[in-house]
């Protein structure tokens, strides 16, 4: 199975500020690579695909980019209702995996 | 407006087996695949496997081989699945998604279904 490992696994940053996540691949994944913001007690929420393709209907302020084994995902001015935890999920092949999660929290 | 309603909260004990249903509407049932994901408390989401409505095609992670079955209802545009052989650690909210296309991307999500395992 593909292993997704992201950096950090939180972190703690103040409105406005620019935020960036990591994701590794165990191998080349190609740019078959997802990013997902969760909020408790919500189903999650497709923020971008295929590693750097903005959702329909999601803000400008989140963007991704990455290929191979490397991705990351951007937010360029955190706002309030950004708090939540991002995961990452590869879809290079079955079984489908999700890293761990990055929680991002108000300092 | 795609969208995915799943049935209600369930309860079952040690052993028993449990059957999920997600219905799909706005879109094309048979052409998009329905997955089964689940989360456990405080953890990370999991895919359990997925059914392509249109040629009944399934495909499982192989941690859940031997006791999740997927199925459909191309009528009723609803997909199913079935978790046998219960344990504690099955408890966890469960969840139905969609994909399409290259990139396969989950979306949209059921609303989810808790998920109580006990003795």
């Known amino acids: 199975d593909i292993q997704l490992t992201p950096s950090p696994s939180s972190l703690s940053a103040s409105i406005g500020d620019r935020v960036s996540i990591t994701c590794r691949a165990s191998?080349?994944?190609?740019?078959?690579l997802n990013w997902y913001q969760q909020k408790p007690g919500k189903a999650p929420k497709l923020l971008i695909y295929a590693a750097s393709s903005l959702q329909s209907g999601v803000p400008s302020r989140f963007s991704g980019g990455g290929s191979g084994t490397d991705f990351s995902l951007t937010i360029s001015s955190l706002q309030p209702e950004d708090f939540a935890t991002y995961y990452c999920q590869q879809s290079y092949s079955t079984p489908f995996t999700f890293g761990p999660g990055t929680k991002v929290d108000l300092k | 407006q795609m969208q995915l309603v799943q049935s209600g909260a369930e309860v079952k004990t040690t052993g028993s087996s449990v059957k999920l249903s997600c219905k799909g509407a706005g879109y094309s049932f048979a052409y998009r695949s329905l997955h089964w994901l689940r989360q456990a408390p405080g953890q990370a989401l999991e895919w359990m496997g997925s059914?392509?409505?249109?040629?009944?095609?399934?495909d499982y992670a192989q941690k859940f081989q031997d006791r999740v079955t997927i199925t459909r209802d191309r009528a009723m545009s609803t997909a199913y699945m079935e978790l046998s052989s219960l344990r504690f650690e099955d408890t966890a909210m469960y969840y139905c998604s969609t994909t399409t296309g290259g990139a396969q991307s989950f979306d949209p999500w059921g609303q989810g279904t808790p998920v109580t395992v006990s003795s």
């Open positions: 059914i392509t409505p249109f040629n009944n095609n399934t």
């Open positions: 191998q080349s994944i190609n740019i078959y």
